[in-house]
């Protein structure tokens, strides 16, 4: 299934890629999701596409959508700005056929600009003892486009995306799925990612709250594990410090523009999800402070 919000012009890639496939799709879903370009033309050039429309719900919603208007029991969920490579489903069906009990099996991707040109090759997934452990910290870098589910696992834990996240909502299903059931993550290009400017990874605010989010909710299920412990604490500290750090550059050129609300309300955002770089920061700025005083009063007390 393909959902679309103001992508109509890349969407005869994805579609097309779909129909490329070295396994044929049994089902091709376009979601309209309330989007102002002409998805509905572009979907009606290719007969093997069911167009549905509704009002604008956000990502996870047309995903869900999608699940409730299809009866495969394997699932991809392909953006519409993003393509599958020709053997993408015929990889992932042949995996989890061989892993019966696998609630979902991901491979690898690669990373395309807005022409369609390779600017990244794929790497394989980062070593680990434990995937669930590092589930935790990163998600593997799993994205749902590389990601073949089984329509029983998403079922079993709740029958679809969360669509109070406005990101890494996959990460989140992820998770509930990983709790319950294997998973499998396999060294195979699949997919190609398209890096543009209109992003969800662009917006390191709404990134940041979503995975925070997410992991905060892994607690209780990591609790009396001292090792999913561990892995949960180092997760939230990865998010916090990669995302931190670029909401703090921001704050300084927020500054320097004289855009204090804006100021005000990102050291807000800090406050509530990192609130040790906000300390950090303060006794920063202290010590500084109390470096640079210092000389001037021992020159003080020397002349007087």
Known sequence: MIPCYRQAHFLPEAIE????????????????????????????????????????????????????????????????????????????????????????AAGRMQVIDAKGALIKPWKPFPEAEDYRERMLYDHCGIYPVTTMYRRWAIEAVGGGFDPTLRSAEDWDMDLRIARRFPFHLYNEPVAEYRRHGTNMTQNSRVMMTSILRVQHAQR???????????????????????????????????????????????????ARWYPRVVLDRAEMKLRRLRERIAPERSQARSSG
């Open 220 to 270: 209780r299920w990591v609790r009396g594990n001292r090792r999913m412990e561990a892995a949960y604490r180092a997760g939230v500290r990865h998010v916090q410090r990669s995302f931190g750090e670029i909401i703090i550059d921001q704050i300084h050129a927020d500054a320097r523009e004289r855009r204090w609300l804006a100021v005000l309300d990102k050291l807000a955002l800090l």
């Open 17 to 104: 890629s779909v129909l490329a496939q070295t396994l044929p799709a049994a089902e091709i879903v376009v979601i309209d999701d309330g989007s102002p370009d002409d998805v509905a033309g572009v979907a009606s050039r290719y007969p093997e596409v069911r167009y549905i429309r509704q009002e604008n719900q956000g990502l996870s919603a047309a995903r869900n959508t999608g699940i409730r208007a299809t009866s495969s029991e394997l699932l991809v969920f392909l953006d519409s700005d993003d393509r599958l490579l020709p053997r993408a489903l015929e990889r992932g069906a042949a995996h989890l056929e061989a892993r019966p009990d696998c609630g979902f």
